[in-house]
T-cell receptor
Framework: KQEVTQIPAALSVPEGENLVLNCSFT??????LQWFRQDPGKGLTSLLL?????REQTSGRLNASLDKSSGRSTLYIAASQPGDSATYLC???????????FGKGTTLSVSS | KAGVTQTPRYLIKTRGQQVTLSCSPI?????VSWYQQTPGQGLQFLFE???????NKGNFPGRFSGRQFSNSRSEMNVSTLELGDSALYLC?????????????FGPGTRLTVT
């Protein structure tokens, strides 16, 4: 059974710092991995999608990497801003299905 | 391009009642998935519909059901509500084909069962 773990559960950093969020999964037979952002009480915003054949994706200050063999992904946020404060969720789609399997998320707080 | 919309945004129901939630996907998307989010369990997959057929199902009791219409809009029904059904219910749409499983989420319906 696929399990997704995100470490740390919470993170507080000062504005301007570069940071890394970690995601690990137990079954490397994934179809893709998607990173989301969720603001309190709101829906999910898709940040980056990495197909299983890809190693990384970039969007603005965000860079996500994928290492299928070790079952790990990282989300790198450069020059963090208070507006980046949110919960970041990692999710995988198994090759056997179409459902997203989520980690519990990392709650990020960026102080000015 | 309009995003995923969900109605209603908030609901308060009593134990034992039933409820129907609605989701309209992004135009051109044929797949709609439903997820339940609670503080304790996080985000859990309920089911996915593609071209009016249930294609995938999570591990939830039969009280949770859904359907999809020919215009890809989807509804989710929960019968005989329990206190533990209080949650944020999120719907996501995608093109649903192997080349594009990227999912886009709506704002959610906050269900409170009293």
């Amino acid at each position: 059974k696929q399990e997704v773990t995100q470490i740390p559960a919470a993170l507080s950093v000062p504005e301007g710092e570069n940071l890394v969020l970690n995601c690990s999964f137990t079954d490397s037979a994934i179809y893709n991995l998607q990173w989301f952002r969720q603001d309190p009480g709101k829906g999910l915003t898709s940040l980056l999608l990495i197909q299983s054949s890809q190693r990384e994706q970039t969007s603005g200050r965000l860079n996500a990497s994928l290492d299928k063999s070790s079952g790990r992904s990282t989300l790198y946020i450069a020059a963090s801003q208070p507006g980046d404060s949110a919960t970041y969720l990692c999710a995988v789609v198994n090759q056997a299905g179409t459902a997203l399997i989520f980690g519990k998320g990392t709650t990020l707080s960026v102080s000015s | 391009k309009a995003g995923v919309t969900q109605t209603p945004r908030y609901l308060i129901k009593t134990r034992g009642q039933q409820v129907t939630l609605s989701c309209s996907p992004i135009s051109g998307h044929r797949s709609v998935s439903w997820y339940q989010q609670t503080p304790g369990q996080g985000l859990q997959f309920l089911f996915e519909y593609f071209s009016e057929t249930q294609r995938n199902k999570g591990n939830f009791p039969g009280r949770f059901s859904g359907r999809q219409f020919s215009n890809s809009r989807s509804e989710m029904n929960v019968s005989t509500l329990e206190l533990g059904d209080s949650a944020l219910y999120l719907c996501a749409s995608s093109r649903g084909t192997e080349s594009s499983y990227e999912q886009y989420f709506g704002p959610g319906t906050r269900l409170t069962v009293t």
